[in-house]
């Protein structure tokens, strides 16, 4: 301040030590002082009042004979603006420029130099160089609206200001359709150097004239980043300190005004701006302790776009600059509520169950979400309810492995050593132990510090699906084996019907082949009784096929007795019919 002071103070007595010079090599001597603030001009009233009715008007009506004095503290434009009207007055030349049209079109309006009292007088001049020269550039129109900051009032009054948003909101809206010049977007750092005001009052003009959502948006990303550099220009989230001293209430409450007059300036479109920039400003105001509407406008501008979070850009919104606490996670877990809000909006009008089905979104969200918890697992002032109260807003279909929210707990837990056994088992249940991979599932069941329902989940599932696999596996080889037996045991059987066949017709072609050579029906007989017989010493003996035969075949014989009463054959023998032979087989 003490440096900027003597800086002033220089160019006043520079500017007094000039006007001395062009004032005292007239001859005749000044005869009025004007006082403008600090500075004082030793002048000639005849000179003043040629071209200015103000001072004629205060020399006139003064109740002094002889005004020696006049205070012209309040001229727009200040010590330095007065010395060029009165150069102008004493027909001294002087460079009009971008910078000084407007103060010193102000002043000739102040001292009322117009065309009423002289011909081609100050305020004229500056008409003629605003209309012809100032206001034919967007550069030009920028730096004359600049100037206007400290002189609201009259240039208000005399539209320079609103001339100079309509020569800017037009230039910049052709150089945003059709760029003049490299790099395509240098019209935005134009527009940054204003005041908020001004700047609003462009971007309000140019949305009126049909503005693209992009443009706009481009021209307020470049004004924030310029404005509020040390809040929003840090997208990384690894901590890099503010050159901001939180302590400031007088800089954050400028701050604080500003975010919340950028926010208002937001176009409707939600996705006009990139979520990393977005949670910047959110980081800001939470930072800056902005209204809760400023707040709220950026979580939903945030949950809209959600899908298209990284880790990193939650991280911004989380933590203070410094890197090493984390903010209030309540906007993160509004963000978040509000997606899935949508999502379910979304599932129900296209008559779907949100609970079995997931947008492709929604998985991408719910594994961000579960990164994220991961990142801030790690810091001691995250409490089991925020933690969960992140973590159970994710539907169960949205995670189709619970892997990462595994590893987010793994990392709390390792983090708040001191949880006894019912906090721990609080933590984990936002967890489903039957979703994690295999991988994860024997981790977990090693894992000591891990509740035990935790670990017992774990196991059982592993020895179910164990259990599952064998008895699959016991099931198809016992049906296999059965199957098997029952083959060999069918085929066994087809192979003892067959050889008893064969010996059965062995058999009967030996019999047939006796009774052919003539064997008799008593050698026969004997023969049967001989088989008899031996087969009676042979009891002991397991009875063969020829045996049971044998006993089959004696069944027949009329002998089987031992009779040998023949009084009942008949002697007499019908010749005319063949012979039966009764023992005979065909």
């Known amino acids: 301040m003490a440096a900027s002071a003597n800086s002033i103070n220089n160019r006043l007595s520079l500017a007094m030590e000039r006007t001395g010079q062009w004032v005292f090599s007239q001859e005749i001597p000044t005869d009025v002082l004007v006082e403008v603030g600090e500075a004082n001009f030793s002048l000639h009233k005849f000179m003043l009042v040629a071209k200015s009715n103000y001072i004629r008007k205060l020399i006139v009506e003064s109740n002094e004979p002889d005004l020696s004095r006049i205070d012209l503290s309040d001229i727009p434009g200040g010590p330095e603006i007065f010395e060029k009207a009165a150069k102008f007055c004493y027909g001294v030349n002087f460079e009009i420029t971008v910078h000084n049209v407007a103060p010193l079109r102000c002043a000739a309006e102040y001292l009322e130099m117009s065309e009423k009292y002289c011909t081609n007088n100050l305020a004229s001049r500056t008409e003629d160089f605003l209309s012809q020269v100032a206001l034919t550039s967007l550069s030009g129109a920028i730096v004359v609206l600049k100037s206007c900051e400290g002189l609201l009032s009259m240039a208000d009054d005399l539209k320079i200001v609103q001339r100079c948003v309509d ?42 004239r049909g503005a693209k959502v992009l443009t706009v948006a481009s021209a307020l990303i470049t004004y924030t980043e310029r404005a509020l550099r040390d809040l929003v220009r840090d997208h990384s989230g690894s901590g890099t300190k503010s050159s901001l001293d939180p ?16 926010v208002a300036l937001l176009p409707a479109e939600k996705a006009a701006f990139p979520i990393n920039f977005l949670c910047c400003l959110l980081r800001s105001a939470i930072f800056l302790r902005a209204s809760n509407g400023c707040k709220s406008e950026l979580e939903k501008r945030i949950s809209v776009i959600l899908e298209h979070v990284t880790v990193d850009d939650l991280l911004v919104l989380s933590f203070t600059y410094d890197g090493e606490r984390l903010f209030d996670l309540e906007s993160v877990r509004k963000i978040v509520s509000g997606f899935v809000e949508k999502e379910k909006s979304v599932a129900v009008f296209n008559a779907g169950d949100f609970r079995e089905t997931c947008s492709t979104a929604m998985h991408r969200v ?50 708040h050593p001191n ?42 599932y592993d020895q179910l699906k164990l259990r599952s696999g064998v008895a699959e596996e016991k099931d198809s080889a016992a049906t296999a084996r059965s199957q098997l037996q029952t083959d060999v045991s069918l085929v066994r059987e087809n192979e003892a ?86 023992f005979s087989i065909s």
């Open 366 to 415: 719910a594994k961000i979400a579960d990164a994220y918890l991961g990142e801030i697992a790690a810091y001691g002032e995250l409490t089991i309810s925020k933690f969960n109260g992140i973590a159970n807003l994710i539907p169960k279909g949205a995670r189709k492995v619970d892997d990462d929210l595994y590893r987010a707990i793994d990392i709390y837990l390792k983090a």
């Open 419 to 460: 949880l006894d056994e019912i906090e721990r088992e609080k933590v984990c249940s936002v967890m489903d132990p039957l979703k994690l991979s295999y991988e994860a599932r024997v981790h977990a069941s090693q894992n000591k510090r891990l509740p035990v329902q935790i670990v017992l989940h774990a196991l059982y």
């Open 167 to 208: 020569v800017a909101s037009l230039k910049a809206c052709n150089e945003a359709n059709f760029p003049s010049r490299s790099p395509t977007n240098w019209w935005t750092e134009e527009l940054s150097i204003l005041d908020i005001e001004f700047f609003e009052r462009i971007i309000i003009a140019m949305k009126n």
């Open 247 to 262: 302590d400031d209430s007088e800089v954050r409450g400028r701050q604080r005004e500003l975010l919340e007059a950028i």
């Open 497 to 582: 019907l067959r050889a008893e066949l064969m010996k059965m017709k062995l058999y009967i072609s030996d019999m047939q082949k006796g009774t052919g050579s003539g064997t008799t029906t008593t050698s026969s007989t004997n023969a049967n009784h001989a088989m008899g017989t031996t087969s009676s010493r042979g009891g002991s003996r397991r009875p063969t096929f020829f045996s049971s035969v044998s006993r089959t075949l004696g069944k027949l014989n009329p002998f089987k007795h031992g009779s040998k009463d023949t009084s009942n054959i008949e002697d007499v023998v019908d010749i005319t019919k063949p012979r039966r032979r009764r």
